[in-house]
T-cell receptor, first 114, second 117 residues
Framework: AQSVTQLDSQVPVFEEAPVELRCNYSSSVSVYLFWYVQYPNQGLQLLLKYLSGSTLVKGINGFEAEFNKSQTSFHLRKPSVHISDTAEYFC????????????FGKGTTLSVSS | GAVVSQHPSRVICKSGTSVKIECRSL??????MFWYRQFPKQSLMLMAT?????????EQGVEKDKFLINHASLTLSTLTVTSAHPEDSSFYIC?????????????FGEGSWLTVV
């Protein structure tokens, strides 16, 4: 079975600073990886996903993530954050070939202040 | 683009009653749908996997007799919370896999807030 560990529960950062949200996964088979954002009292919005190919994945809102198989990581980065990026961020993994569900990490609260 | 619709978006019910939440794939066929529950300020916990035309597969610790899941067609799955209690109050989210195309696309509904009073 797969699992996801988001290493930071809260990440405070100042506006226009860079940010990295860390995600490590565990699985015995090949996986697909996702990052979702959730704003207060709303559903999930897909930021980006890694299925195959280039290990550097670019998503919406200026976010990108890099898949590192040797370190089993899929860290999310943004070079310059905005106040509007304040939200909950979830990393998720799926053993896609098995048709299984996405398994989510516990989430990281990104708080951007001015 | 593809959309997954959940209804109702918010529901309040009395303790002891049952409530049904629908999850529809609007423009694609979904052989598999997934139901999640999210408590405030917590992550999404997978409750069950719903396969069209067969019984749902429940995760450990989820009461199948309390959370009834039906996936009667390729575009509709329902979650019925039976004999609801205040501790069942939560945000319930469904997701659906598009079996067409590459089959590698999964979509989430907007979620349903359940409050049991």
């Amino acid at each position: 079975a797969q699992s996801v560990t988001q290493l930071d529960s809260q990440v405070p950062v100042f506006e226009e600073a860079p940010v990295e949200l860390r995600c490590n996964y565990s699985s015995s088979v090949s996986v697909y990886l996702f990052w979702y954002v959730q704003y207060p009292n709303q559903g999930l919005q897909l930021l980006l996903k890694y299925l195959s190919g280039s290990t550097l994945v670019k998503g919406i809102n200026g976010f990108e993530a890099e898949f590192n198989k040797s370190q089993t990581s899929f860290h999310l980065r943004k070079p310059s954050v905005h106040i509007s990026d304040t939200a909950e961020y979830f990393c998720a993994v799926s053993e896609w070939q098995a048709g299984t569900a996405l398994i989510f990490g516990k989430g990281t609260t990104l708080s951007v202040s001015s | 683009g593809a959309v997954v619709s959940q209804h109702p978006s918010r529901v309040i019910c009395k303790s002891g009653t049952s409530v049904k939440i629908e999850c529809r794939s609007l423009d694609f066929q979904a052989t598999t749908m997934f139901w999640y529950r999210q408590f405030p300020k917590q992550s999404l916990m997978l409750m069950a996997t719903s396969n069209e035309g067969s019984k749902a597969t429940y995760e450990q610790g989820v009461e199948k007799d309390k959370f009834l899941i039906n996936h009667a067609s390729l575009t509709l799955s329902t979650l019925t919370v039976t004999s609801a209690h205040p501790e069942d109050s939560s945000f319930y989210i469904c997701s659906a896999r598009d079996r067409g195309g590459s089959g590698n696309t999964i979509y989430f509904g907007e979620g349903s807030w359940l409050t049991v009073v």
